[in-house]
Nanobody, 115 residues
Protein backbone atom coordinates (compact mmCIF):
# COMPACT_ATOMS: atom_id res chain seq x y z
CA UNK A 1 0.00 0.00 0.00
CA UNK A 2 1.32 3.44 -0.93
CA UNK A 3 0.45 6.51 1.07
CA UNK A 4 0.87 9.95 -0.47
CA UNK A 5 1.25 13.10 1.59
CA UNK A 6 0.88 16.56 0.09
CA UNK A 7 2.49 19.66 1.57
CA UNK A 8 3.19 23.26 0.65
CA UNK A 9 -0.33 24.61 0.38
CA UNK A 10 -1.66 27.69 2.07
CA UNK A 11 -2.91 31.22 1.50
CA UNK A 12 -1.33 33.48 -1.10
CA UNK A 13 -2.28 36.69 -2.84
CA UNK A 14 -3.16 36.74 -6.50
CA UNK A 15 -0.01 36.81 -8.59
CA UNK A 16 1.95 34.94 -5.97
CA UNK A 17 3.55 31.51 -6.02
CA UNK A 18 3.38 28.25 -4.12
CA UNK A 19 5.23 24.97 -4.46
CA UNK A 20 3.33 21.80 -3.65
CA UNK A 21 5.10 18.58 -2.79
CA UNK A 22 3.87 14.99 -2.82
CA UNK A 23 5.77 12.44 -0.77
CA UNK A 24 5.13 8.70 -1.09
CA UNK A 25 5.76 6.69 2.06
CA UNK A 26 8.18 4.47 0.13
CA UNK A 27 10.10 4.57 -3.16
CA UNK A 28 7.99 3.87 -6.20
CA UNK A 29 9.50 1.44 -8.68
CA UNK A 30 8.37 0.47 -12.15
CA UNK A 31 6.54 2.51 -14.73
CA UNK A 32 4.06 4.93 -13.29
CA UNK A 33 2.53 8.34 -13.69
CA UNK A 34 2.22 10.88 -10.93
CA UNK A 35 -0.37 13.59 -11.24
CA UNK A 36 -2.00 16.58 -9.59
CA UNK A 37 -5.72 17.10 -9.51
CA UNK A 38 -7.78 19.79 -7.82
CA UNK A 39 -11.28 20.26 -6.58
CA UNK A 40 -12.86 23.63 -5.97
CA UNK A 41 -15.94 24.04 -3.75
CA UNK A 42 -19.05 22.87 -5.54
CA UNK A 43 -17.10 21.55 -8.53
CA UNK A 44 -15.87 18.18 -9.68
CA UNK A 45 -12.29 17.10 -9.26
CA UNK A 46 -10.26 18.08 -12.33
CA UNK A 47 -6.93 17.17 -13.84
CA UNK A 48 -4.09 19.68 -13.43
CA UNK A 49 -0.91 18.01 -14.65
CA UNK A 50 0.94 14.72 -14.81
CA UNK A 51 4.45 13.42 -15.26
CA UNK A 52 5.56 9.94 -16.25
CA UNK A 53 8.58 7.96 -15.13
CA UNK A 54 10.16 8.94 -18.43
CA UNK A 55 9.61 12.60 -17.61
CA UNK A 56 6.88 13.28 -20.13
CA UNK A 57 4.50 15.95 -18.91
CA UNK A 58 0.98 17.05 -19.71
CA UNK A 59 -0.94 20.04 -18.41
CA UNK A 60 -4.49 21.21 -18.29
CA UNK A 61 -4.98 24.18 -20.58
CA UNK A 62 -5.86 26.50 -17.72
CA UNK A 63 -2.42 26.10 -16.07
CA UNK A 64 -0.12 25.94 -19.09
CA UNK A 65 2.66 28.45 -18.74
CA UNK A 66 1.97 29.07 -15.05
CA UNK A 67 2.46 25.68 -13.37
CA UNK A 68 5.39 23.30 -13.69
CA UNK A 69 5.31 19.66 -12.60
CA UNK A 70 8.49 17.77 -11.75
CA UNK A 71 9.56 14.67 -9.91
CA UNK A 72 12.57 13.27 -8.17
CA UNK A 73 12.64 9.90 -9.96
CA UNK A 74 10.99 7.39 -7.65
CA UNK A 75 10.26 9.65 -4.73
CA UNK A 76 9.02 13.21 -4.51
CA UNK A 77 6.77 15.02 -6.95
CA UNK A 78 6.34 18.79 -7.10
CA UNK A 79 4.03 21.39 -8.57
CA UNK A 80 5.46 24.88 -8.90
CA UNK A 81 2.55 27.28 -9.20
CA UNK A 82 3.24 30.83 -10.37
CA UNK A 83 0.97 33.73 -11.26
CA UNK A 84 -1.76 32.28 -9.09
CA UNK A 85 -5.32 33.43 -9.59
CA UNK A 86 -8.33 33.31 -7.27
CA UNK A 87 -9.78 30.66 -9.62
CA UNK A 88 -6.89 28.40 -8.61
CA UNK A 89 -8.35 28.15 -5.12
CA UNK A 90 -9.04 24.47 -4.49
CA UNK A 91 -7.98 21.37 -2.64
CA UNK A 92 -5.06 19.89 -4.56
CA UNK A 93 -4.60 16.14 -4.66
CA UNK A 94 -1.60 14.01 -5.54
CA UNK A 95 -2.25 10.80 -7.48
CA UNK A 96 -0.06 7.82 -8.31
CA UNK A 97 -1.05 5.67 -11.27
CA UNK A 98 0.88 2.43 -11.38
CA UNK A 99 1.16 0.84 -14.84
CA UNK A 100 -1.25 -2.11 -14.93
CA UNK A 101 -1.80 -1.60 -11.24
CA UNK A 102 -3.81 0.36 -8.70
CA UNK A 103 -4.15 4.11 -8.26
CA UNK A 104 -3.40 5.89 -5.03
CA UNK A 105 -4.55 9.32 -3.85
CA UNK A 106 -3.25 11.69 -1.23
CA UNK A 107 -5.55 13.28 1.31
CA UNK A 108 -5.41 16.68 -0.38
CA UNK A 109 -4.10 20.09 0.61
CA UNK A 110 -5.82 23.46 0.54
CA UNK A 111 -4.60 26.25 -1.72
CA UNK A 112 -6.34 29.59 -1.31
CA UNK A 113 -5.61 32.55 -3.55
CA UNK A 114 -6.96 35.89 -2.40
CA UNK A 115 -7.78 38.71 -4.77
Amino acid sequence: QVQLVESGGGLVQAGGSLRLSCAPNRPIFGRNTMAWYRQAPGKEREFVAHITTEGATNYAEFVTGRFTISRDNNRMMYLQMNSLKPDDTAVYYCKLEVARGPNFWGQGIQVTVSS
